[in-house]
C-alpha cells in the first residue's frame, strides 16, 4: 500500500500538539501515574520539543499519507536528547485504530528512517509501552532492538 510523509501544515500544528500530549499523558496513566503527574510530564515534553507551541527546524511531524491521499495518522521524528547528534528519537507515531493492520505504520517507519538517515542520523530509537504488543511487533519485525526493560509490580 503506497503511503507518503507530508509535513503537517503549520495551522493543524496546535491541534495535533494538543492530540499528541493527550494520547501520550493517556499512556503514561496507564502504565501507573496520577493523571495530573502524566499531563505535567506531557507539558513538560512538548515545551522541551516545541517551546514556542509551533513547529521547529529539529523535529518534524508529518501527517502519514495514504494511497487515497487521506491522513491517516501522524509520525514525529527528530534528534534524541543526548549528546549524540547523530541519534535521532521515533518520538510519537499514531495510524488511526481503523486503518491499522494495513502496513501503514510498517511503511511509515521505513520512510522517517529514510528521512533521519539523510539528515545524518545513524541510529534511530523509540518507546513501546510494553502492554502494546502489537506496535512491539512491528519494531521487532523492522530490526529495533530492546535497549532496556523497565520493570513493575503492583503492590495491594
Known amino acids: 500500500m503506497p503511503v507518503n510523509l507530508r509535513p503537517l501544515d503549520a495551522e493543524h500544528f496546535p491541534a ?7 494520547e501520550y499523558a493517556k499512556e503514561l496513566v496507564a502504565l501507573g ?20 507551541g509551533t513547529p521547529t527546524p529539529d523535529h518534524a511531524v508529518f501527517d502519514v ?6 491522513a491517516v ?12 547528534a547523530g541519534a535521532w528519537w521515533v518520538w510519537d507515531i499514531a495510524i488511526d485504530a481503523d486503518k491499522r493492520g494495513r502496513g501503514l505504520g510498517r511503511t511509515a517507519m521505513l520512510l522517517g528512517e529514510e528521512y533521519a538517515r539523510a539528515r545524518g542520523a545513524h541510529t534511530l530509537g523509540l518507546s513501546v509501552a510494553g502492554f502494546n504488543t502489537g506496535a512491539r511487533g512491528l519494531y521487532e519485525s523492522l530490526g529495533y532492538e530492546t535497549a532496556s526493560v523497565k520493570m513493575r509490580k503492583k503492590l495491594a
Open 16 to 22: 495535533w500538539l494538543e492530540r499528541s500530549r493527550a
Open 65 to 70: 499519507i495514504d494511497d487515497a491521499g487521506v
Open 33 to 52: 501515574q496520577t493523571s495530573e503527574d502524566a499531563y505535567r510530564q506531557a507539558d513538560e515534553t512538548m515545551a522541551l520539543s516545541f517551546p514556542s
Open 73 to 84: 495518522g501522524y509520525l514525529w521524528i527528530g534528534p534524541d536528547r543526548s549528546d549524540d
